[in-house]
């Protein structure tokens, strides 16, 4: 079983910058395709960024493409948001995800089979 912590939420003036970092535990990080989803209130849960088991590919919506950044430390079992040049619309509940081993890389919540509890990012215009 596999367990995914967020941290490094909070709230943000427009223009700001935010790191997100998911730490995991509970075995196989390293094999596992990794992503960042997001829900809004009223809204559906929707894909922000994923990276490869490697770390060697990444893949973002196009919303936020050119201002996130994903990235991995399978050495220390990590995972990180850096959202930059934040706008008001980005306001939402972020959540951390994880594959089962050797799946992967996908965009959809249904190919990932752990979730964090879950860290609100606020903007403020």
Do not use: H
Request: hydrophobic letters at 35%; charged letters at 15%.
């Amino acid at each position: 079983q596999v367990q995914l912590v967020e941290s490094g939420g909070g709230l943000v003036q427009a223009g700001g910058s935010l790191r997100l970092s998911c730490a995991a535990s509970g075995g196989a990080f390293g094999v596992r395709a990794m992503g960042w989803f997001r829900q809004a209130p009223g809204l559906e849960r929707e894909f922000v960024a994923a990276v490869s088991r490697s770390g060697g590919s990444t893949y973002y919506a196009d919303s936020v493409k050119g201002r996130f950044t994903i990235s991995r430390d399978n050495a220390k079992n990590m995972m990180y948001l850096q959202m930059n040049s934040l706008k008001p619309e980005d306001t939402a509940v972020y959540y951390c995800a994880a594959t089962r081993p050797f799946s992967n890389v996908a965009s959809t919540t249904t190919a990932y089979n752990y979730w964090g509890q879950g860290i609100q990012v606020t903007v403020s215009s």
